[in-house]
């Protein structure tokens, strides 16, 4: 059986916004990986950014910063 881990996981509104971030994550470095939205998240679309949690305010900011609207941002073990 895999091991859960925590994550932070942006949900967005739109798969534009999904890539957006994800786009902004690698040209800063930021660890992390686009994912299919969880099934305790619910989505306007079907893509979720899943970090570290020690991110979180990082890509509150970032995100906020870049005119990237995120949905919600939720502390999940995945």
Same mark, same amino acid.
């Given at each position: 059986?895999?091991?859960?881990?925590?994550?932070?996981?942006?949900?967005?509104?739109?798969?534009? +916004?999904?890539?957006?971030?994800?786009? &902004?994550?690698?040209?800063? +470095? *930021?660890?992390?990986? &686009?994912?299919?939205?969880?099934?305790?998240?619910?989505?306007?679309?079907g893509?979720?950014?899943?970090a570290p949690?020690e991110l979180?305010?990082? *890509?509150e900011?970032?995100?906020?910063?870049? +005119?990237?609207?995120?949905?919600?941002?939720?502390? &999940?073990? &995945?």
């Amino acid at each position: 059986m895999r091991r859960r881990i925590p994550r932070c996981v942006v949900s967005f509104h739109t798969t534009a +916004g999904a890539m957006a971030a994800e786009r &902004l994550c690698r040209r800063e +470095g *930021l660890e992390g990986k &686009l994912i299919s939205v969880p099934r305790s998240v619910t989505s306007d679309c079907g893509l979720a950014w899943s970090a570290p949690p020690e991110l979180r305010e990082i *890509l509150e900011r970032r995100f906020r910063e870049a +005119g990237i609207e995120a949905a919600g941002f939720h502390a &999940l073990t &995945l």
